[in-house]
């Protein structure tokens, strides 16, 4: 099965980015996310077989008692990865402390130790509203893009993060969470 963990978006901020979605949808032809589908990314797994899922969640469950707590999220500006001309995503983009960033590292690490290759990617947290194909024309989007300005999003506590399985579906994926990690605060 086809694995990653992310930090899940609360509905009410799901639900705003998936009027801006709609709104967007009309003027270019991309795979837009569904709203169930929003979510932040910490570390992309891949393929795992059935047998070998309780040990990830085993080796994630140790990650979220390494006292990285909770993480206040801002979602900040809608983006382009990477940046235009090559854009392949349009996105909104994450702020956050440099306790993300140790999530996402201790996650790579604790999987590493069970043979699940090492991000090789810079860790870029973000929210992905649509991907794009090279040959689809974005100059109506673009030009919508810049008419809304700088977009305020909101921000938001991240109290736990989740391991995800990515369900393929006739159209397109559908992302399920089969566990979710509390992120403990050892300060405290």
Known sequence: MRLFTAIDIPPDTKAKMSALIARLRPLATLRWSPQENLHITTKFI??????????????????????????????????????????????VAVSAPPSLDLLHQQTDAALVRLGIERET?????????????????????????????RLAFDSFLATEFGLYESVAERDGSIYRRRAAFLLRDLSR
């Open 46 to 91: 891949g393929e795992v077989a059935a047998a070998d899922v309780e040990q990830v969640e085993v080796s994630l469950a140790e990650v979220a008692t390494q006292g990285i707590g909770s993480i206040p999220i801002d979602l900040t500006a809608l983006d382009w990865l990477p940046s235009e001309p090559d854009a392949r995503i349009l996105h």
């Open 121 to 149: 990617k810079p860790f870029r947290p973000h929210v992905t509203l649509a991907r794009i194909s090279p040959e689809v024309a974005l100059q109506g989007l673009r030009e919508e893009i810049d008419r809304l300005g």
